[in-house]
């Protein structure tokens, strides 16, 4: 009965332990090459998974700056539940730990605790969008330089992203001001 039990306990930690995650099963490539001026300024959040720090939040941007210290300053963005509502703003600060990897960034919003912010896609060529995610499934959002995202480029993020193993069935699409 004693072997039973063990050879029980050992399969069931044999399953666990060869079964992924789902986030060990996203492709979280990033972009090799990164200009960092270039990719300061304001972006507008076109898509984004839902989560509790953006809760009816709509009209989202995120502008980049490099402060003096040399870290980046991140100041989010965004008016609570319609474009006309109470104005939110958090501001945060980013780094890139790694130069090797400049498209794995580190963000704060909160004293000392950082979150993952990796570049997945970027239009190399203009800047005009991008594509971010993190190192958990649960973080995924797509950015623009203009308020609208050309419906082209949206399918063909959306594409990269399934592609990678996203689930996009919570994708949030992100009410901005028309231009």
């Known amino acids: ?28 490539t990033t972009v ?22 953006e809760k009816n939040l709509v009209g989202v941007t995120a502008t980049y700056k490099i402060k003096d210290n040399g870290m980046i300053e991140v ?4 008016f609570k539940n319609t474009l006309e509502g109470e104005r939110s703003k958090a501001i945060g600060k980013a780094k890139i730990p790694n130069k090797l990897e400049p498209g794995k960034l580190k963000v704060s919003f909160f004293w000392i605790f950082y979150a993952d912010y990796y570049v997945l896609e970027l239009d190399a060529e ?3 969008y991008a594509m971010i995610g993190s190192s958990s499934d649960k ?7 203009t308020p ?7 399918t063909m993020l959306l594409n990269k992203a399934r592609k990678r193993g996203y689930n996009l069935e919570k994708l949030y699409k992100v009410p901005q001001p028309v231009e």
């Open 1 to 28: 009965m004693q072997i039973i039990r063990l050879l029980l306990i050992f399969s069931v930690l044999f399953v666990c332990n060869c079964t992924k995650t789902s986030s060990q099963m996203i492709d979280q």
């Open 32 to 53: 090799k090459e990164l200009d960092l001026n270039r990719y300061l300024g304001k972006w507008y959040e076109i898509a984004r998974f839902p989560h509790s720090f």
């Open 75 to 78: 100041l989010n963005e965004g």
């Open 126 to 128: 203009n800047y005009q």
């Open 139 to 145: 973080y995924f959002w797509i950015l623009c330089r």
């Open 148 to 154: 609208q995202m050309d419906d082209a480029v949206y």
